[in-house]
Structures are given as C-alpha cells and as structure tokens.
C-alpha cells in the first residue's frame, strides 16, 4: 500500500471549524483505497485562546461545507495539494485563520510554494497578531528550498509541542518514557527520515537516564538508514544504552535484532538465542529467533523454537499454528494435518482458510473441499470471510 508524503495534519494540526462542518466531514471522510494508515497517536489540542468565540452562531454555507469535505477525502487519499486549495478556498469563503493556518500547512509540506505563500498572505491578514505566517512568507521571498520550508512549517511547530509535552510529563512524576515510546508515531508519514532522526535526537538529548528515550532515538536511526560512522552504528550505539538502562527489556531486545539483522542474520540469531537465554518468558523474542530461522531455511530449528513455546502455553493457538506451518514447509503432512485439524476444532472460523490455502498432501484431493466448507459456513454467521484474511 503506497504511503503519502504528507503528514496527517488531522492529528498533527486538529481544527475546531463551525460544529456541522466537523460533524459532517467526520462522518463522510472514510479510509478510501490507497489511503495510509496512520499510526495510534496523541492529539495535541490548540491552545483554548485560539479558538474564535462565536463558533456556535457561524452559518456554514454548502459550498463551504462542500470545500471542506472536499479537502478532508483529499488529505485522506494523499492528495495534498487538492487538499491545500480546497482549505484555501474555504479559508477565503470562511474567513476564518485556523483554517488559512491549516491550508498554509498543508501547501508547505506538499511543496506547493505558490499555494502557501497565498495562504500565509491570507492567514496573516485574518490574524494580523500571528507572527508565524510572516516567517513563511519571509522565507519564501528569501528563496528558502521547498524542503526547508516544509521542515520549518510542521516540524518546528510539533518539535515545540513535543518538548512541551516531554516537560510536562518529567514534572508531573510521570516520566518521560511513555512519549519516548510514542513520538516516533508523530512522524509516521514524514518521508525525510534523517530529519526526523536529528528532531528526536534533539527531543531526547535532555533525558539521558530515560531508556525509552535512547530507544526512539535507536528506532529512528535504523528507520533513517544511518550509516555507521568509523564503525559506529548510531542505531546499534543508542539501543545497547537501552538494554543498558533497563536490563531484559524485550522490545529494546527486538529492535536490537532487527538492527543486527540488517548487516548479519547470524548476528541477530547469537544475539536472540543469549537473550532468550537469560530471560527465558520472553515469547516475542523467541518469535522473532524462529522467523529468523526460517527466512534463512532452517525450518528444523524454526519449528522447535516454536514447539517449545506452545510446550509451554497450550492454550497459545498462535505457536501451534507456527508449528504446523513450518511442518507444511518441512513436507511433514501427518504433524501438519493434524495440528491443523486440531486448530479447526479449536476456532474454526479463525483457521480454516489459512489451511485451504496450504499445499496439499500428495494424493489428497479431499482437503480443500473439508477446509473451505466450515469457513463458508462461518462467513455465513457473520464471521469474517476468507477474502478479509488473506
């Protein structure tokens, strides 16, 4: 599914516009095909003062509601610059300078120069006070590069938000980890990686002691491709003072394998197999020693990695299932019948297309038609079909 360059400024930039206008685009805007999806975020809400005081008594015309719904399916689909004209648009119609603000945005990020310098124009006319449509407007007369320009209109603007966000949560007794672990989701759709490699570099910098913060940095790293440096992989650097800070941590331990498996599968399996070791509950690491195995072939080891783990929790179908597809790839058609056999009994809504679409036992010609038949069946009850789990 191809992922839009743009940032989802719904959550990035949330926008109180006349109430029916918020109601209706709500309700219309669905995630057509081709739509990216956009990661589970916290919305940071506009200061209250921003907000304009006779919302309720505003009349929405239909070709401003129209303009605006517009704009919304636009951005949902990626397509920013129809979605900058139409907030455009609607900015003049409205007068209203959140959503002038909004189209401004939207224009610099779709490096669309001439759209956000109308917009910044419009916006600073509507809010003579704000000083940030100015600065747009500066730089675009100064030359500065469309890339420069959509760096400085979003990310300078959520740089501040987050390490407001960051201070707050270190006062309150609350630490700082949680929005470590989070603000990596607030660049999500920010195609220039390194750039959001170097914010959260900077975003971290004041927390050294947070094992969560070295993990977004880490995380951001190995995102961004940063090479290594005089044999110093950044991401590799960042991660280790992770497990460092917080011993048996698993999902530091994750990305530490994915890091490794970039430059050396067999890295990652060493790494995987002393971690596992050391913290024997750890079932996602050991999850990810059997994918690497079995990305390398040696399906032997994969499906005894995940025997051990079902071993241990019966009531856990997804290790059963591991076993059983890893027996298939191991042309093992009595354990893979049978465990599959057993998972149809267990939930067969949830299993049975996944074994109809197994290769069949030579000589078996009966499997396909028992397989589908009770998946048919719990399609019919309202369970979800074959085609939805595929």
């Not at 506009?46 to 129209?66: E, G, I, K, V």
């Not at 987050?162 to 989701?185: C, H, T, Y």
Request: hydrophobic content about 45%; glycine content about 4%; aromatic content about 8%.
């Amino acid at each position: 599914m191809a992922q839009s360059c743009v940032p989802r400024f719904r959550s990035l930039f949330p926008l109180r516009v006349p109430v029916a206008a918020v109601v209706a685009a709500c309700a219309f805007s669905v995630a057509l095909p081709g739509a990216a999806q956009q990661p589970p975020s916290v919305v940071i809400e506009p200061p209250a003062d921003q907000l304009a005081p006779n919302d309720a008594s505003r009349s929405l015309s239909a070709d401003l509601f129209y303009k605006l719904l517009l704009a919304d399916i636009a951005l949902q689909r990626g397509e920013a610059p129809l979605a900058a004209r139409a907030y455009y648009e609607a900015a003049r119609e409205s007068r209203d300078p959140r959503i002038a603000r909004r189209a401004t945005e939207i224009a610099l990020a779709a490096r669309q120069r001439s759209l956000a310098a109308e917009s910044a124009t419009l916006w600073a006319t509507l809010e003579p006070e704000a000083t940030r449509p100015k600065q747009i407007l500066a730089a675009i007369a100064g030359g500065t590069s469309g890339k420069d320009l959509a760096d400085a209109g979003v990310d300078d603007e959520l740089r501040g938000r987050l390490e407001k966000l960051l201070s707050d949560a270190a006062v309150s007794g609350q630490g700082v980890g949680e929005v470590f672990l989070q603000i990596n989701r607030f660049f999500a759709q920010q195609p220039e990686r390194k750039h959001v490699y170097e914010i959260v570099q900077s975003l971290a910098k004041p927390y050294p002691a947070s094992a969560e913060a070295h993990f977004a940095v880490a995380f951001a790293a190995f995102s961004a491709s940063i090479p290594a440096s005089q044999g110093v992989d950044p991401a590799l650097v960042e991660v280790n003072r992770a497990l460092e800070l917080k011993p048996g941590w698993e999902r530091a331990a994750l990305l530490k394998a994915d890091i490794l498996a970039r430059t050396s599968a067999d890295g990652a399996v060493a790494f995987l197999k002393t971690f596992i070791a050391a913290n024997p509950e750890a079932k996602a690491a050991a999850s990810a020693l059997a994918q690497i195995y079995v990305e390398q072939k040696r399906y032997a080891e994969a499906r005894a990695v995940f025997q051990a783990l079902w071993d241990g929790d019966r009531s856990a179908r997804d290790f059963e299932f591991g076993v059983a597809a890893i027996s298939i790839q191991m042309k093992d058609w009595s354990t893979a019948e049978a465990l599959f056999t057993d998972l149809l009994k267990a939930r067969p809504a949830l299993w049975s297309c996944t074994w109809g679409r197994s290769p069949r036992r030579p000589g078996n010609t009966s499997r396909q038609s028992t397989v589908i038949s009770p998946c048919r069946k719990a399609s019919a009850r309202g369970s979800p079909s074959c085609a939805s789990r595929r």
